[in-house]
């Protein structure tokens, strides 16, 4: 079975950096491409950043140059470092299983949210 607890969200203010955590249970986390969704009230989820199998990375243009994604396949955990965070930012973010084309399985996090204002 697979579950995930994620951390690290909270408020920041404008500018700030936060770092969230996956912490995935079940085996076979090395084999998986991993990615964080997030989801704004009245906005679509969008994909923010993806990592495949072998440390290969992704991102949203929104988000490119301000957030990096890394995983640990010891610690079974992947991670989001955000910098230089905006207002527009502020979202619910969840860890989720994709596929290779970055689309999300049915495997989701609870989410853990965000939110970047002064």
């Known amino acids: 079975q697979v579950q995930f607890v994620e951390t690290g969200g909270g408020l920041v203010q404008p500018g700030g950096s936060l770092r969230l955590s996956c912490a995935f249970s079940?085996?076979?986390?090395?084999?998986?491409?991993m990615g964080w969704y997030r989801q704004a009230p009245e906005k679509e989820r969008e994909l923010v950043a993806a990592i495949t199998s072998g440390g290969r990375t992704n991102y949203a243009d929104s988000v490119k140059g301000r957030f990096t994604i890394s995983r640990d396949n010891v610690k079974n955990t992947v991670y989001l470092q955000m910098n230089s965070l905006k207002p527009e930012d502020t979202a619910v973010y969840y860890c989720?299983?994709?596929?290779?084309?970055?689309?999300?399985?049915?495997?989701w996090g609870q989410g853990t949210q965000v939110t970047v204002s002064s």
């Open positions: 989720v299983v994709v596929h290779p084309s970055g689309s999300p399985t049915r495997y």
């Open positions: 079940g085996s076979m986390f090395s084999f998986y491409d």
